[in-house]
């Protein structure tokens, strides 16, 4: 789990930012019950305890800002198709759908969708057509988080 993500999720979402997506109230539980890191000395046993903690059956939360989503990674979940005993999802196969998926923010779905648009005013017809294709699929993923997405207090 990146360092401070459960801390960043619960201060967005204090915040009065609204999420969304199947994995939404795994996440909120998982942020909630992380302990703060607050800085010690590591010892020789920490790769071993890290270790241990990635291979729980609990909720490991990875930011994905390529997808630009949050996995709530659980194995027997995800659609990335992780390799047995993984303890981390493929990061490069997020796919649409994936049950441990939640997003945030759609603002930046909305900016990557008109910046792809002004690639496509200059690309030739069918590479542009697919740019296109592209923003208006970002567009319509904002247009869903925005219509299904919820506070803390709604999902709990």
Avoid: W
């Avoid at 009065?16 to 795994?26: H, Q, V």
């Avoid at 703060?36 to 490991?60: N, Q, W």
């Amino acid at each position: 789990m990146p360092p401070g993500l459960p801390r960043k999720l619960r201060d967005r979402v204090s915040a009065g930012e609204k999420i969304s997506g199947p994995a939404a109230r795994r996440a909120l539980t998982a942020a909630a019950n992380t302990p703060r890191f607050e800085g010690r000395i590591v010892p020789r046993t920490f790769a071993r305890k890290a270790a241990a903690f990635l291979a729980r059956d609990g909720v490991v939360l990875f930011d994905n800002p390529d997808a630009m989503l949050i996995c709530a990674f659980k194995r027997d979940n995800a659609l990335c198709e992780p390799d047995p005993g993984a303890n981390a999802p493929r990061q490069y196969d997020c796919r649409p759908g994936c049950g441990n998926t939640l997003r945030t923010d759609t603002r930046l779905l909305r900016e990557r969708a008109a910046e792809i648009d002004q690639l496509a005013a200059s690309a030739p017809g069918p590479l542009g057509r697919r740019l296109k294709k592209n923003a208006d699929q970002l567009r319509e993923t904002a247009d869903a988080h925005d219509s299904t997405a919820q506070t803390t207090k709604a999902i709990a």
